[in-house]
């Protein structure tokens, strides 16, 4: 390589790169004319640079993929407050009916005077079921084993009352309270549906971090 070459080509490869060249291009011109190795030399690296930039890959436009994760992500959170607001909804209302059963049995368990032992082994069970769904309540895993037997108590309660009310045992004003079971009934059901994914309920330690 003869002299001067070195700078030659440090010239040429940054005019390659669209950089301001040190050399004037008179003298780059006139260097390759005498110099043959030089000229080889520019011809192969145009060559290359032509054939890098006819096959360089373009990036990917990800504007409309991130955006649809972005919105899809919202949704998602959206839908989460959402199913937490309602599943508190439920165990509050449920909570709130199984305390006003036992602020109406309790008195007449404890009673005195003309009381009927039928009416206190009513109370009994009336606090027993507030009991259990007062434990649904904070447990709501628990709900869906409370579901059959609230619903077996609404139905022969709604039942006991129209055969009663048929046949003048009873007036349809004191026996419309049993529809109470009913709304305590469904109320289990939606927790119990709404605690479950995929077929299993929420786990105590979920539960317990979105209350």
């Known amino acids: 390589m003869k002299d001067g ?28 004319a005498g ?23 373009e990036a990917p436009d990800l504007t409309v993929p991130i955006l649809a994760a972005v919105r899809a992500g919202n949704r998602d959170a959206a839908r989460q407050i959402a199913h937490q607001r309602g599943r508190a909804t439920l165990r509050l209302a449920l909570a709130l009916t199984a305390m006003m059963q036992l602020a109406m049995a309790i008195p007449m368990l404890l009673g005195l005077g003309e009381i009927a032992h039928t009416s206190r082994e009513a109370a009994s069970f009336d606090i027993a079921v507030a009991v259990g769904f007062g434990i649904a309540a904070w447990r709501p895993d628990l709900a869906r084993a409370f579901v059959p037997v609230a619903f077996v108590l609404a139905g022969c309660l709604i039942l006991t009352s129209v055969f009663d009310i048929v046949e003048g045992a009873a007036r349809f004003a004191h026996e419309v309270g049993h529809i109470a079971a009913l ?19 929420i786990p105590r330690r979920r539960e317990a971090a979105i209350s």
């Open 35 to 57: 110099c043959r190795e030089c000229g080889e030399w520019l011809a192969n690296v145009e060559e290359v640079t032509m054939a890098v930039r006819g096959h360089a890959l």
């Open 183 to 201: 709304a305590q009934a469904a109320l289990l059901w939606g927790l119990s549906r709404d605690g479950r994914h995929g077929g299993r309920s």
């Open 5 to 32: 070459c070195d700078q030659i080509r440090e010239a040429l490869s940054a005019r390659l790169d669209g950089e301001q060249s040190p050399l004037a291009p008179g003298v780059l011109e006139a260097h390759l």
